[in-house]
């Protein structure tokens, strides 16, 4: 490396003492640090230990003489400069000293002043030469191609990277032009103002595809300058180039990764994206562009990622980036976007950070776009909801028919009840009837005999007068009260007979009432007849809380199930006698029944003067289970019942209303000719 004078070491080697020690001194005065030796063996010593700049050797001394040392630096490739002292003006010793490679030679005693000079100028001298190696060691060592040519463009220098990438050795290539290496690839017009720029006295820079010598084709990024002379005149041409082929085809695989990239990106069918940490998009795919309106260009304007939420999410967008970037998990994905034009869209949005270097970089996301999903959510719910209500309809339909079969079952049984105890209660009562008869036409003798025996004791009285025995017969008739039994007895026996005659009609609209048909089943049957028969086996219902007026006029018989159409009366019935029971009157309510027809329909109403129905009440009546009746005391269903058997079973109405008057009134219409399921069968007696 040069050596500045400023720490210059020089090394003054001398057998004699006094030349040796005052030349060292004359050093210092110069300002260097000088150093001292007294024969060659300690000289090469100092030199193999010591930073030496410049080395004072004297020719003549023992052991190794100044030649000798002079031959080492030689072979050992010493750069130093030596100067040469002598006492002898030998010129051979002279010649012999400089053909060694010694810089100077001087003359004992040394004069300062030539000293100072020669010590200056050997030191400028060595630090050019070292400034000239090392570039010459960079020209050669450089890994970029150094191609010298003079103005004309024929190369005079080339270093051995140029004959590396070139495949020319620096002799083939040493007078010849630059267009050895041409490809062809460039037109005439590149070349022209190549020249024009470089020949300005211009620096040129840019790509080239140039041709090695086997033929191959490469890339080179050139630098190439004018050097002008002292006068400022272009004397040669510095071309500094580098090999780009491999860097080339790494771009080009990098951009056509890139674009295989973007093709593969473009045919996802979800929109993807990638933004920087102030939220600003930096890439999306086709479908990006597509969903929300955008353009590449108003990419690369400034898009954030905010604007493509609507304004009531973007704080909740914001902190969820934040907590992705810090690889906080959060569960909210799902938001609405905001296209370009206003429009909106729901949006599922999954991320993950970009690193690089173990540090966030970015976010990457694809977005799904879930107007389907929630189409078919909203549609599920919608049929869940249809589902549940269904559900509970039949749930309610199923709880009806359950408690409809269980009334069913619990009609037919105390029907069968019934029969039985109306069949075993006839064949007594007959018979009490017929002993009846018979003790009536018996008391009837009686009395006849006992008119006779009366008629016979007058006469007695009259011929012979009255003696103690027929006034003891007397007494006895007046003690028995003889006449008020004889005139109670026809009365006693009336009065039986018409209990008979209600026991008998009891016993047979029990029997009528116990008459079972199949649930489906239509038989031809007269409406007053059931009427009769509902109000018989009702009587304990209402007797207690109502009177019941009927108006029921000659009818068409009616093609219908007789024991459903009895429950609906039945049920109407009670219903009338507990509205009118729940007022807790002081006197008996009125039940009014009333049947008539024309020529389609036989109508029936049954009208009470109870406390009516509200108006909230009158719209749920004939829902299943609802009922305004305390806990325990009503099911609910006896009406949806009867408006199941009239309207759905029967094909008919049932309607209610209360009139101004006060009271309720349902009213029934039935149809007189069925269209399904007909059956006109007379029902058995």
Request: charged residues 25%; aromatic residues 8%; contains cysteine.
């Amino acid at each position: 490396m040069p050596v500045s004078e400023e720490n210059a070491k020089v090394l003054v080697v001398d057998d004699s003492d006094l030349i040796r020690i005052s030349t060292a001194h004359i050093v210092k005065k110069l300002g260097y640090e000088p150093l001292v030796a007294d024969n060659g063996e300690s000289c090469i010593e100092m030199l193999n230990s010591h930073d030496v700049s410049v080395l004072l050797l004297d020719i003549h001394m023992p052991i190794k003489t100044g030649f000798e040392v002079l031959s080492y630096l030689r072979e050992n490739h010493f750069t130093l400069p030596v100067i040469m002292i002598s006492g002898s003006s030998d010129i051979e010793q002279a010649v012999e000293s400089l053909k060694l490679g010694a810089y100077e030679f001087l003359l004992k005693p040394i004069d300062p002043d030539r000293l100072a000079i020669t010590i200056k100028n050997a030191l400028s001298e060595q630090a050019l030469r070292e400034q000239v190696k090392l570039f010459s060691a960079a020209m050669i060592q450089s890994p970029l191609s150094i191609v010298i040519t003079d103005p004309l463009g024929k190369i005079e220098y080339v270093n051995p990277s140029f004959t590396v990438v070139s495949g020319y050795s620096e002799e083939e290539v040493k007078g010849e032009q630059m267009h050895i290496l041409s490809s062809g690839k460039h037109t005439a017009k590149f070349y022209t103002r190549f020249w024009k720029t470089i020949t300005s006295g211009k620096v040129w820079e840019g790509e080239l595809i140039n041709r090695r010598k086997n033929g191959e084709l490469f890339w080179e990024y050139a630098t190439v300058s004018p050097i002008t002379d002292h006068s400022g005149k272009i004397s040669h041409f510095l071309g500094i180039k580098q090999d780009i082929t491999q860097r080339k085809k790494e771009k080009e695989a990098l951009a056509e990764s890139e674009r295989r990239f973007q093709e593969l990106a473009d045919l996802l069918p979800q929109p993807v994206f990638e933004c920087a940490p102030n939220g600003m998009i930096t890439y999306t795919n086709r479908l990006g562009y597509d969903m929300f309106g955008y353009t590449k260009g108003d990419l690369d304007t400034g898009v954030s990622s905010l604007s493509l939420f609507v304004q009531d999410e973007r704080e909740r967008v914001r902190q969820n980036m934040e907590c992705r970037l810090k690889d906080i998990s959060f569960e909210s994905h799902e938001y609405t976007g905001l296209k370009k034009d206003g429009s909106t869209i729901p949006i599922l949005v999954y991320t993950a950070r970009i690193m690089r270097e173990g540090k966030p970089v970015g976010i990457r996301g694809i977005v799904l776009d879930i107007t389907a999903r929630r189409q078919i959510e909203e549609k599920l719910q919608q049929l869940n909801q249809t589902l549940e209500q269904k559900v509970e309809e039949r749930t309610k339909e199923l709880a009806k028919t359950h408690h409809q079969m269980i009334l069913q079952e619990k009609l037919a049984s105390i029907g069968q009840l019934a029969a039985g105890l109306a069949h075993e209660l006839n064949n007594p009562i007959n018979f009490v009837r017929i002993n009846f008869a018979a003790l009536q036409e018996d008391i009837e003798d009686l009395q006849s005999m006992l008119e006779s025996y009366r008629d016979t004791v007058k006469k007695i009285e009259t011929s012979h007068g009255v003696d103690d025995t027929l006034q003891q017969l007397h007494r006895k008739e007046s003690d028995l009260s003889i006449d008020s039994l004889l005139e109670d007895i026809p009365k006693i026996f009336s009065e039986s007979k018409n209990g008979f005659d209600r026991i008998t009609t009891i016993i047979e609209s029990m029997r009528n009432f116990s008459f079972r048909h199949a649930a489906n089943e239509m038989v031809s049957f007269d409406i007053n007849r059931g009427i009769r028969d509902t109000l018989v086996i009702a009587r304990n219902e209402y007797r207690y809380y109502a009177e019941v007026e009927t108006s029921l006029e000659e009818l068409p018989h009616v093609p219908c199930n007789p024991e459903q159409i009895n429950q609906v009366f039945l049920n109407l019935v009670i219903n009338s006698a507990h509205a009118i029971a729940s007022q807790q009157r002081s006197s008996k309510g009125i039940i009014k029944i009333h049947s008539w027809h024309d020529n389609e329909h036989v109508f029936c109403s049954i009208a009470d003067d109870g406390p009516g129905i509200p108006e909230n009440v009158m719209r749920r009546i004939f829902e299943p289970f609802f009922t305004t009746k305390e806990p325990g005391k009503g099911t609910g269903l006896g009406l949806s019942i009867s408006y199941d058997i009239i309207v759905h079973k029967h094909k008919g109405k049932i309607d209610v209303a209360c009139p101004p008057e006060g009271g309720t009134v349902f009213t029934i219409v039935l149809p007189l000719k069925q269209t399904a399921r007909e059956c006109m069968h007379e029902r058995p007696e």
